[in-house]
T-cell receptor, first 112, second 115 residues
Framework: DQQVKQNSPSLSVQEGRISILNCDYTNSMFDYFLWYKKYPAEGPTFLISISSIKDKNEDGRFTVFLNKSAKHLSLHIVPSQPGDSAVYFCAASAGYNNDMRFGAGTRLTVKP | GAGVSQSPRYKVAKRGQDVALRCDPISGHVSLFWYQQALGQGPEFLTYFQNEAQLDKSGLPSDRFFAERPEGSVSTLKIQRTQQEDSAVYLC?????????????FGPGTRLTVL
């Protein structure tokens, strides 16, 4: 069962514009959410996270928004840069369970 | 470098062959995770170690899969009698603290192809 879903397999954005990557989850026990970025032939790299007690977390150009009632989170990148082109994975965990559940990923392409 | 390293990076096995995949975590990292990533999918949890103790192996898909971390550092994921459905990238990750939710560091993965 897919408890974390990223319904857009790909997204293309012009340099300087905003990139919005979406993620939905079904398990109401999830209380911690993370975004990872992955370049080809490399492992995923931690980008930003958010606890369920917050609805927003910002780090430079990256902001994650959490809507608990809709079981939805999004990653905003502004302004987008060509170096942001990568696959982005959303992940979620419950309590201190180490079983992180990942979405299938969204491939972001930022065009110069 | 100081990151998580995995070897081999690529492995081709004939169906029925046994394979062993190695992970060298970041020095001093307490937690070590193994994930399986099938083509076009996100990583799926296999197992978790805290130091040398395997605290969670609920994600291992069958008893053909076995993982160990005998001295609390290097870990090996062994797959016996490989099947075609075992073809995937196997990712190892480590974390300084006991909870992986604070962010884990992934290795580059081992791509296993079973013919």
């Amino acid at each position: 069962d897919q408890q974390v879903k990223q319904n857009s397999p790909s997204l293309s954005v012009q340099e300087g514009r905003i990139s919005i990557l979406n993620c939905d989850y079904t398990n109401s026990m999830f209380d911690y959410f993370l975004w990872y970025k992955k370049y080809p032939a490399e492992g995923p790299t931690f980008l930003i996270s958010i606890s369920s007690i917050k609805d927003k977390n910002e780090d430079g150009r990256f902001t994650v928004f959490l809507n608990k009632s809709a079981k939805h989170l999004s990653l905003h990148i502004v302004p987008s840069q060509p170096g942001d082109s990568a696959v982005y994975f959303c992940a979620a965990s419950a309590g201190y369970n180490n079983d992180m559940r990942f979405g299938a990923g969204t491939r972001l392409t930022v065009k110069p | 470098g100081a990151g998580v390293s995995q070897s081999p990076r690529y492995k081709v096995a004939k169906r029925g062959q046994d394979v062993a995949l190695r992970c060298d975590p970041i020095s001093g990292h307490v937690s070590l995770f193994w994930y399986q990533q099938a083509l076009g999918q996100g990583p799926e949890f296999l197992t978790y170690f805290q130091n040398e103790a395997q605290l969670d192996k609920s994600g291992l898909p069958s008893d053909r899969f076995f993982a160990e971390r005998p001295e609390g550092s290097v870990s090996t994921l062994k797959i016996q009698r490989t099947q075609q459905e075992d073809s995937a990238v196997y990712l190892c990750a480590s974390s300084l603290v006991s909870s992986g939710r604070l962010g884990v560091f992934f290795g580059p993965g081992t791509r296993l192809t079973v013919l």
